[in-house]
């Protein structure tokens, strides 16, 4: 916008993560805000309101928000652009043998994204790609996202994918939406999202749980560092770090209990009644959910992931010499392969399946049933199917939705301005008015109304949450 009142500032730590702009721009009534790393062109937002004094009052609210945190005046352009944190880690070849791998799909870049339920298995890498295929290992679909996935998590019906540009994803519809924006400081290592609620583990070892209104709930700074295990239940967040596991209290993060593992965690796994973090010490540490039982499954090398069959009853990791290991639920080990194709920085158990996704790109499917894993201990391995994408564009993120002229069986959302922020609220008889919708920020427009494809209530009350596509109405 031309003719506004600019206030740009930066914040960047020699010996730290953080190296973001924020921009805020007031023209009139307008309040134009853009933030994101230094060198990009980052990420913009315009909120209107109703005068220019409380357009100029929310600005010097923003404002004053990023200066407490750090942020300065500085000079657009005098700093050079900063590469994000990857992953460094280093893969060795297994001399196991080799794991019963039913298909392989070469996503085209390291790996650290996976989800599988019933019908899609989701890889993301860090080009930014994301994929879906079917169980058996068919491409049927792909998203490009703007910059390296870190992770892909599932929250009941929602599918997301957080990002090195500090976003959170929602790829449950048929157009990827930014969900979440991650405070410009914070450098996301992994995340895991509860009924709405976000946890962020970062790169410094500290933990921030973000509400579905994108509002911080509590930040917390562990004992220890690179925290990479995050995850979420009713009660609370289970944080892995360099000194082990914390679990936090979800509503207020008060530390209930603190579990050192020996060594530093590198990614987590929880079932009902426990948490399961991959260490640098070579083992998988079992944590009971109250912090009192503990176990440990010994491995041969650092532990990059893990996950279990249902309720523990097998307990699967890979190392960093592109092994795989089966233990039973006591400690006991089953048995060691090799996976052919990298070490797994990710994986996850499906109806006897395991499914990793690997140093070198890959996304594999591997069958664990007794059957395969004693075949395979004998040398007898199944025809690995090479599945290649068929040409497809990618569906890119946007922030424009399509507009019809009727909602017909849809539900209507109305967004309104509520003092310097942008709600929403159902429309539609039957719902509660007073309630909430999470709904993308990046295309509210106050006194806009929408179409959704339906709502559905939050598991503990008090805000709804959009199912499907979005359009436009009017």
């Avoid at 730290?16 to 921009?23: N, Q, V």
């Avoid at 990791?317 to 392969?337: I, P």
């Amino acid at each position: 916008m031309s003719g506004g009142v600019t206030t740009y500032l930066e914040l960047s730590e020699d010996s730290g993560s953080a190296h973001k702009f924020y921009e805020v721009i007031v023209t009139g009534t307008q309040v134009s805000i853009r933030y994101g790393r230094i060198g990009d062109s980052g990420q913009a937002k315009v909120s209107s309101f109703a005068t220019e004094a409380k357009a100029q009052a929310a600005a010097a609210k923003k404002i004053g928000e990023k200066v407490r945190k750090g942020y300065a005046p500085a000079v657009m352009g005098a700093r050079a652009s900063r590469s994000v944190t990857r992953r460094a880690i280093v893969s060795q070849r297994s001399t196991a043998k080799s794991a019963p791998v039913l298909w392989s799909f070469d996503s085209g870049a390291a790996a650290f994204g996976v989800f599988v339920d019933e019908n899609r298995c989701w890889v993301g890498n860090e080009n930014g790609d994301v994929f879906t295929l079917t169980p058996g290992g068919e491409v049927t679909g792909r998203f490009r996202l703007p910059d390296g996935v870190k992770c892909i998590v599932a929250d009941d019906f929602w599918i997301y994918a957080g990002c090195d540009d500090g976003r959170v994803y929602d790829l449950s519809g048929k157009v990827p939406r930014a969900a979440y924006d991650i405070a410009t400081n914070v450098d996301i290592y992994w995340l895991d999202i509860h009924d709405g609620t976000l946890g962020v583990s970062d790169c410094e070892g500290g933990l921030t749980v973000i509400d579905h209104e994108e509002e911080s709930l509590w930040t917390r700074r562990s004992s220890g560092n690179s925290g990479w295990m995050v995850r979420i239940d009713d009660s609370g967040v289970y944080h892995g770090h360099s000194n082990g596991v914390t679990k936090y209290d979800l509503t207020t993060g008060n530390n209930q209990w603190q579990v050192r593992t020996g060594g530093g965690v590198l990614f987590g796994w929880q079932e009902s009644d426990a948490v399961y973090a991959g260490t640098s010490h070579n083992q998988v540490r079992m944590v009971s959910k109250d912090g009192q039982a503990d176990r440990a499954y010994q491995c041969d090398a650092a532990v990059f992931s893990c996950a279990t069959s249902p309720d523990g009853r097998y307990v699967f990791a890979g190392d960093n010499y592109s092994s795989v290991y089966c233990f039973d639920s006591a400690g006991t080990r089953v048995w060691k392969l090799g996976t052919g194709c990298g070490s797994a920085y990710s994986m996850q158990y499906h109806d006897e399946k395991l499914y990793l996704v690997t140093t070198n790109g890959t996304l594999a499917c591997l069958d664990v049933s007794e059957s395969a894993i004693h075949d395979a201990e004998q040398g007898v391995l199944p025809q690995t199917m090479s599945v290649k994408a068929p040409q497809m564009s990618a569906v890119i993120p946007s922030t424009t939705v399509e507009s019809v002229a009727e909602a017909g069986d849809g539900i209507v959302v109305e967004c309104v301005q509520d003092g310097v922020n942008l709600r929403v609220h159902v429309v539609t008889p039957g719902y509660q008015s007073g309630w909430n919708v999470q709904f993308p920020r990046d295309i509210r427009q106050a006194g806009m109304r929408y179409v959704v494809d339906s709502v559905s209530e939050s598991a503990r009350g008090g805000f709804y949450r959009v199912r499907g596509d979005i359009r436009r109405l009017g």
